[in-house]
Structures are given as C-alpha cells and as structure tokens.
C-alpha cells in the first residue's frame, strides 16, 4: 500500500507539471480555445482524483474509518492528523470542485477553472509534502 501511495505521488508531480506549463496562459484564452480548456478541465480532475486515492489508501492503510464522501476525505486526514486540520479543512472544497468536473453537474465556470489553475496547484504540491512527511514518520 505504501508503494501504491509513492506511485500516486509521482504520478500526481507529473499533473503538476502540466498544470504548471497550463498556468501561463491567459482566462482569455482559456476560455476561447476549447483545446486548451479541455486540458486544464482533465488535468485539474486527475490531479484531485490522484490526491483522493492517495486519501483512500492512507485511510485504509491506518485503519481509519472510511469517509462517506470524497469532501470528508480530506477533512479525516486532517482529524487524523495525517494532514494539518486546518489546510484539510482549506482543500475540502476541491472534492466538490472535481465533482463538477467528474459529472458535470452544471457546465464547467470558466471562471472557477481558472481560479483554480492559478491558485489550487500551489496547494497539490503542499499536499505532496504533508504526505512524503507522513510516509516518512511512518519509517522510522
């Protein structure tokens, strides 16, 4: 289980760099180039679906009770202290965010894309420490 969280981590820093490259671009242009939407939409949605699994499987690995929903996954991470509370408490919304995009339950802001290219990447990569921390108290 260890090793499938590793993999998801690497695989999420691969994500990352894509939305990084994506953050160049303008709202303008997003929101014209359809090419381009598409992208960070399905880019932004495998990042926070990666961040879930690596929820699922810390959850199960500590033998923790299982979330009723993706938003409760982040916020039992931080009950646990597996992520700091009050940053779980800060990407809890982002559960809600991959729902739009996974099902899109009304059509895709622009806007709210946007927003969260520009501003949820900084906070995938705090997820990546707080996690690598974890594994790493786990070591020891």
Known sequence: MRQEVIDKLELLEGYIDVLKDLQQYRFEEIEKNYVLRGAVERYLQISLECMLDIGEIIISME???RPQSYKEIFRTLGENGILPEAFARKIEPAAGFRNVLVHMYAKVEV??????????VEDMELFIEYIARFLAERED
Request: charged share 40%; aromatic share 8%; hydrophobic share 25%.
């Open 63 to 65: 033998k923790i009770k």
């Open 111 to 120: 806007d709210k894309l946007y927003e969260n290219l520009q501003n949820g």
